[in-house]
């Protein structure tokens, strides 16, 4: 078990992701991730912070995964859908200290 919330013996960075859809390369055995947005990044990325700010300061460590992989719809560079949006949540969350 796992308590979320607070520090584990062990080392754990959370990662967030804008978007994921490997099925053009992994077909059936693909994993997609439905209805991304900047949003919903925004939560996700709010909770990675709030679950890292219990560890010292050289374990408050998050990865965003986002390769710029546009076949698999992994990526943080601006597009004609969403904008700058997930890069303006990276620095809105940033500059809000995760609040």
């Known amino acids: 078990y796992i308590?979320?919330?607070g520090a584990v013996d062990l080392d754990f960075f959370p990662c967030v992701m804008p978007n994921w859809d490997n099925t053009p390369r992994a077909?059936?055995?693909g994993h997609v991730f439905q209805d991304p947005s900047p949003e919903t990044f925004?939560?996700?990325l709010k909770q990675a912070l709030h679950r890292v700010s219990v560890n010292a300061p050289e374990h408050q460590i998050i990865i965003i995964k986002s390769w710029n992989e546009w076949a698999e719809g992994n990526y943080l560079e601006p597009d004609q859908r969403f904008g700058h949006?997930?890069?303006e949540?990276?620095?809105?969350v940033l500059e809000s200290n995760g609040e």
């Open 42 to 44: 925004k939560v996700h």
């Open 3 to 5: 308590d979320l919330d």
């Open 27 to 29: 077909g059936i055995f």
């Open 85 to 87: 949006g997930f890069l």
């Open 89 to 92: 949540v990276i620095q809105q």
